[in-house]
């Protein structure tokens, strides 16, 4: 009976964790994002989404060059970090 009782417990627990963390998603998604390449280079945009397929959307992603790109995907194995404002750049 208490595996059962472990179980379900685990199981909450985990629909809570995806709640939480589909929710942040909902939540930073239309953010401003600065975004710290593994090359050391920054890329400032507004985050979209992100893709199952480990790949990010942003509108308006501006590259050191100045250039402005209104849509781009960045792979997330090329990302060191992402910081997050509610700013529109």
Same mark, same amino acid.
């Given at each position: /009976?208490?595996?059962? =009782?472990?179980?379900a417990? @685990?199981?909450?627990?985990?629909? +809570? ?7 942040? +998603? &909902?939540? #930073?998604s239309?953010?401003?994002?600065? #975004?710290?390449?593994?090359?050391? &280079? ?5 985050? &979209? /989404?992100?893709? %199952? =397929? @480990? #790949? /990010? +959307?942003?509108?308006?992603?501006? #590259? %050191? /060059?100045?250039?402005?790109? %209104?849509?781009? +995907?960045?792979?997330?194995? =090329?990302? &060191? ?7 529109? %750049?």
């Amino acid at each position: /009976m208490e595996s059962l =009782d472990t179980s379900a417990n @685990e199981r909450e627990e985990r629909a +809570l964790l995806r709640e939480n963390y589909l929710r942040t +998603l &909902k939540f #930073i998604s239309n953010q401003s994002a600065k #975004i710290e390449l593994t090359n050391n &280079k920054t890329l400032t945009g507004i985050y &979209k /989404m992100y893709q %199952p =397929d @480990e #790949i /990010m +959307l942003f509108y308006n992603l501006r #590259i %050191p /060059m100045r250039e402005v790109y %209104p849509y781009a +995907l960045v792979k997330t194995s =090329d990302i &060191k970090s992402i910081t997050f404002s509610e700013e529109n %750049p």
